[in-house]
């Protein structure tokens, strides 16, 4: 297997639109723009094979039907994405344990199902590069240090969504797509401010972006010890939200549901 390259192309304010090649072939991920897609793929001599979608929104489609447009109409090109969402230009339709073969580059995902953000919204696990080495493609279910929006789903799905991919082996590779890590951090550390893995986090991730840099990908093992929506679970965090919110925190369930409408309204 040739070495796979996963880049995080920039979009929009904060989007990344993750390009993974092996030199000559890339396949794209939620372009919700084809402007840079295009240009980065021009620049590095690559050759569009696939397009992968995790939902419908259009900072994550936007820009399917423009890079449709300018490839070779003899050559087909296949868009994967849920088939629990109405997006018009999908070849295949996938649900929870369907698996994708693409031929070059050589990719195999595994589907997983992760509404929450959307009602419909999956997530692409690739259990191993050629390194060994897992990534998960998971849009806008899993951030940095936090999670999405509940546009369509319940709190219950998201919570169940976000126990599916922490069940991922710790070394996965996450590559969401947006750069919101900082934000996230503020608000992690309002819920749990004397973990000492994410104040580190907050420094490291504080000099990437000086840098101009990305913060991702993070690891799942990494958003087990800093991300506070997988951490609903702990007395730590459970404690906190029952003294900022003066509210009653019985389970996991509830202290999930209640940090996520205190990140709504966080500042």
């Known amino acids: 297997?040739?070495?796979?390259?996963?880049?995080?192309?920039?979009?929009?304010?904060?989007?990344?639109?993750?390009?993974?090649?092996?030199?000559?072939?890339?396949?794209?991920?939620?372009?919700?723009?084809?402007?840079?897609?295009?240009?980065?793929?021009?620049?590095r001599g690559w050759r569009l094979s696939a397009i992968l979608l995790t939902h419908?929104?259009?900072?994550?489609?936007?820009?399917?039907a423009d890079l449709l447009n300018g490839q070779d109409a003899s050559q087909a090109l296949p868009v994967y994405g849920p088939a629990g969402e109405a997006i018009p230009w999908l070849t295949e339709r996938l649900v929870q344990g369907d698996t994708v073969h693409i031929a070059a580059p050589s990719l195999?995902?595994?589907?997983?199902?992760?509404?929450?953000?959307?009602?419909?919204?999956i997530a692409y696990f690739q259990?191993?590069?050629?390194?060994?080495t897992p990534h998960v493609f998971c849009g806008d279910t899993l951030f940095a240090c936090g999670c999405g929006r509940l546009f369509e789903g319940t709190p219950a799905q998201m919570l169940e969504s976000l126990d599916a991919l922490?069940?991922?082996?710790?070394?996965?590779?996450?590559?969401?797509?947006?750069?919101?890590?900082?934000?996230?951090?503020?608000?992690?550390l309002a819920c749990e401010p004397d973990n000492p893995v994410l104040r580190a986090w907050r420094d490291e991730a504080a000099a990437l972006r000086a840098r101009h840099m990305p913060t991702l990908p993070?690891?799942?093992?990494?958003?087990?010890?800093?991300?506070?929506?997988?951490?609903?679970?702990?007395?730590?965090?459970?404690?906190?939200?029952?003294?900022q919110l003066h509210e009653s925190v019985p389970d996991r369930l509830a202290a999930f549901t209640l940090?996520?409408?205190?990140?709504?309204r966080f500042r």
């Not at 995902?109 to 959307?118: A, M, R, W």
Request: net charge negative; proline share 6%.
């Open 218 to 243: 993070t690891t799942i093992a990494h958003e087990r010890a800093v991300n506070p929506f997988l951490r609903a679970g702990e007395a730590s965090v459970q404690s906190t939200l029952a003294e």
């Open 166 to 188: 922490a069940a991922l082996p710790g070394e996965t590779e996450v590559h969401c797509a947006h750069e919101y890590t900082l934000s996230n951090i503020r608000f992690a």
């Open 127 to 132: 259990a191993a590069d050629s390194r060994g």
């Open 56 to 64: 419908h929104h259009a900072d994550h489609v936007g820009g399917v």
């Open 1 to 43: 297997m040739n070495s796979l390259e996963y880049v995080p192309v920039p979009a929009f304010d904060d989007n990344y639109i993750w390009v993974v090649s092996d030199g000559h072939h890339a396949v794209v991920v939620d372009p919700g723009d084809a402007a840079p897609v295009k240009a980065y793929l021009a620049k």
């Open 108 to 121: 195999t995902f595994t589907i997983l199902d992760v509404p929450g953000h959307t009602r419909g919204h």
């Open 259 to 264: 940090m996520r409408e205190w990140k709504n």
